[in-house]
């Protein structure tokens, strides 16, 4: 599967921004997906996921009730909703496949987007 990020740009703290992931192929909708971000200097973090169907749905506590994460599987496009963002949201945001549980935390098993920079000024 080929994932493709857009939606990232300069924002100003508080503000909201949607990223979308598109997906080509039929096997789409057969992965749990998820968003994981990496900011200059640190390693890569997860974000959160969504299920095959959409309705459930885990997020890192540290953007827990601000980012949501929904799937339109008859697109093949799962989004990232960030709201009340943050300057350490600054990142790289990179969407990936087949997001599974792997030792304390959740990890991504199949293909990743290039990803897509979100930078939050103060």
């Known amino acids: 599967v080929q994932l493709i990020e857009s939606g990232g740009g300069l924002v100003q703290a508080g503000a909201s921004v949607r990223l979308s992931c598109a997906g080509s192929?039929?096997?789409?909708?057969?992965?749990?997906m998820g968003w994981f971000r990496q900011a200059p200097g640190k390693e890569r973090e997860y974000v959160g996921h969504?299920?095959?169907?959409?309705?459930?749905?885990y997020y890192a506590d540290s953007v827990k009730g601000r980012f949501t994460i929904s799937r339109d599987n008859a697109k093949s496009t799962v989004y990232l909703q960030m709201n009340s963002l943050k300057p350490e949201d600054t990142a790289i945001y990179s969407c990936a496949q087949d997001i599974r549980r792997y030792e304390s935390t959740w990890e991504a098993f199949g293909d990743w987007g290039r990803g897509t920079q979100v930078t939050v000024s103060s």
């Open positions: 192929g039929r096997t789409f909708s057969n992965y749990a």
């Open positions: 969504t299920g095959t169907s959409g309705i459930d749905t």
